[in-house]
């Protein structure tokens, strides 16, 4: 194996020559940049943020499942068919949860669609002057709404 020396880093970014021929990746005193597919066969463990820029940024896994970031609509999106929260297989005697924090005032929701209609949403009415669980028809909580459950443990029931 042939040793290789770097000299002459500053920080700017330049490409690394290896016998003449320009590789995909680029150095500085700094940090480093790889222009093309790369391919890491071990694992990558990283020690701080992972920061993945871009309008749109995916991490993908096999069989299609990925994570999506779209910054412009301020949502994450998974792409897969099911998700499982599990505390059984790494903590013992350990409870597993979900939780929607919404600002003081605004609802907290679970929707539930078909295609892209939204059919029924339960969730914290926040807009109400009692909180209620509310199951609706449709997106917005606090209308169409078929049944509620309010602080008290009163249940209302539309129809």
Request: charge should be negative; charged fraction near 25%; aromatic fraction near 6%.
């Amino acid at each position: 194996m042939k040793s290789l020396e770097i000299t002459n880093l500053d920080q700017h970014l330049k490409p690394l020559k290896i016998d003449n021929k320009t590789t995909p990746i680029e150095l500085s005193d700094t940090e480093f940049r790889v222009n093309e597919k790369t391919t890491i066969e071990k694992t990558l463990e990283v020690k701080g943020n992972l920061d993945i820029i871009g309008d749109s940024s995916s991490l993908v896994f096999n069989k299609g499942v990925s994570l999506e970031a779209r910054s412009n609509e301020d949502y994450l999106q998974v792409n897969t068919k099911n998700i499982l929260v599990n505390a059984a297989n790494n903590y013992t005697d350990s409870n597993a949860g979900l939780f929607l924090m919404a600002d003081s005032g605004f609802d907290a929701q679970i929707s539930f669609m078909e295609g892209a209609s939204t059919i029924w949403s339960i969730g914290n009415d926040g807009g109400e002057a009692t909180s209620t669980l509310s199951f609706v028809t449709g997106s917005t909580l606090g209308t169409s709404e078929a049944m509620s459950l309010d602080n008290d443990g009163n249940t209302k029931q539309e129809g």
